[in-house]
């Protein structure tokens, strides 16, 4: 059953689950060669749904049962009429199996297979039929070329299961990655089209189970979960007799001198996001500011943390971090809300405070890094946070058990549990300052009223990244504090108010 990037299952693999997946349709009574042909027919519909007025294709294939793929789909086109060649980096003699079946019904149905060369000429569509989810170190020649001349050939193209180069369990581009427009992929959706580097290189993705039935995926495991509109968690309707006080009070620390905006901006979130009562400890100076921005807020001006010990008495939910600092000012009110019994979100610089190990993380927290954050706290490089981002992200959250929002293009949100949820959504045009205050703030308000705190990160980070989606389609420009509204109108028609 194919699927376009609207309708997809929510389950996420890795590689080696896919092909377990692989196999235990092939041990049911799918013969390999039968999948191999339903996969080579599901590309070739999407192909040509994608580029309707086409006729000519050049196919570009590997070793693997990639290239078997890519054969087939050779045939398809042939049979319909179009001008077809493939072209072969490595001798397609050594294929063996099903891909060698594929290749001797291609030359059976009179279509040039040629060795690829850097005189090689492409036309019309490429299908980057080449090498698969199999695909761990980095990408060696001759295939760097090909990706390469590929690449800069500006012509459509669409990856058979996964962009070549692209890892199938990260998300991360191994040296090279062909720059699809369109990628067909089947059995399983694999975890790295979601995260990392997969947003520049995967296009348009479609997916297809190949007619698996639903008993074949009894005891395979799931690497995770993509947050889609169906599954994400939601907010409880209120009761008409509902006051604020049943929807908690959040205390938002931070805004040190110079960096006021980024405590307002969460307490602003916070306030339109749901939660009973705001209160904000910041400088003094900003108290002026923050009372005409937000009336509705309880505006305290802090200069020592002495001054905080009544109010964290009184709250429910701390989120520590925006404008806080790094100064003394910063580490001692950091150091009073690490005391706290509450459920917290900390970010920002309560995490750069906490990569220096001179304060405990407290139970029932959520962390929102950035790579870079997330570097300093496991004491990698931004990097290697990024070769891996799943990996990193579980780490984390087992470091300080705690859920971790890892922040990026497929955000990930980890459970010191196990779980794991992507969420794929966003807009480049949220490359900008100020949105991971607004995510504070939405996920101190969605945790006061009463969510668990993987059930909180997963809501608030859909909301956020469909919020930026609906307001980038303005283009560049976007402000942090454009999301506010949307979030507000999302959250309602995903969990209304009233029943």
């Not at 490359?431 to 009223?449: I, P, R, S």
Request: with cysteine; proline share 4%.
């Amino acid at each position: 059953m194919p699927h376009t990037k609207d309708d997809l299952p929510d389950a996420l693999y890795s590689a080696a689950q896919v092909r377990r997946l692989d196999a235990s349709l092939i041990a049911a009574g799918t013969p390999g060669f039968e999948l191999m042909q339903r996969a080579a027919r599901a590309t070739w519909r999407a192909l040509v749904r994608h580029w309707p007025t086409a006729n000519e294709l050049s196919v570009v294939t590997g070793h693997g049962n990639n290239a078997g793929d890519g054969y087939l789909i050779a045939v398809l086109a042939r049979r319909a009429g179009w001008h077809v060649r493939v072209l072969a980096v490595g001798d397609p003699q050594r294929l063996q199996g099903d891909a060698g079946l594929a290749h001797a019904d291609a030359v059976a149905e009179g279509i040039a297979v040629q060795a690829w060369s850097a005189q090689s000429g492409l036309r019309g569509v490429v299908v980057d039929a080449m090498l698969g989810t199999g695909l761990t170190g980095e990408v060696r020649e001759p295939y760097a070329g090909v990706i390469a001349a590929i690449n800069a050939s500006g012509l459509p193209v669409a990856a058979v299961d996964i962009p070549s180069g692209l890892c199938a369990d990260t998300g991360r581009v191994l040296g090279s990655a062909v720059r699809a427009d369109l990628t067909v992929t089947f059995i399983g959706l694999k975890l790295g089209l979601f995260t990392g580097d997969a947003a520049d290189v995967v296009g348009e993705l479609v997916f297809n189970d190949l007619q698996a039935a639903p008993e074949s995926f009894n005891g395979v495991d799931v690497s995770a979960r993509l947050l889609t509109a169906s599954n994400v968690p939601r907010l409880a309707s209120r009761a008409r007799a509902a006051h604020k006080g049943k929807f908690g009070h959040v205390l938002l620390i931070g805004g040190d001198r110079g960096f006021g905006g980024a405590i307002l901006l969460s307490a602003q979130t916070a306030l339109r996001s749901g939660a009973g009562m705001v209160s904000v400890s910041t400088r003094s100076e900003h108290v002026p500011a923050a009372l005409a921005r937000l009336p509705e807020a309880m505006v305290l001006g802090t200069s020592s943390a002495n001054q905080l010990m009544g109010l964290l008495e009184k709250v429910s939910v701390l989120v520590v971090g925006p404008g806080l600092g790094q100064a003394s000012w910063g580490r001692s009110l950091l150091s009073a809300a690490a005391n706290a019994p509450l459920a917290q979100v900390w970010d920002a610089d309560a995490l750069n405070l906490l990569a220096e190990e001179q304060v405990e993380l407290p139970k029932d927290c959520v962390i929102t890094p950035h790579p870079g954050e997330a570097a300093r706290l496991l004491g990698l490089s931004t990097a290697e946070v990024q070769a891996d981002r799943p990996a990193a992200a579980h780490a984390l959250s087992k470091k300080y058990t705690a859920v971790v929002v890892l922040k990026g293009a497929g955000s990930l949100i980890a459970s010191p549990d196990g779980r794991l949820a992507v969420c794929d959504r966003g807009h480049p045009a949220m490359a900008t300052a100020g949105l991971g205050d607004v995510l504070a703030g939405l996920l101190g308000a969605l945790l006061a009223q009463g969510m668990s705190t993987f059930d909180a990160a997963c809501l608030g980070v859909w909301l956020h990244a469909n919020a930026g989606a609906q307001e980038g389609k303005s283009g560049r420009g976007l402000a942090a504090s454009d999301l506010i509204p949307a979030i507000r109108q999302l959250l309602e028609e995903q969990a209304p108010c009233l029943k």
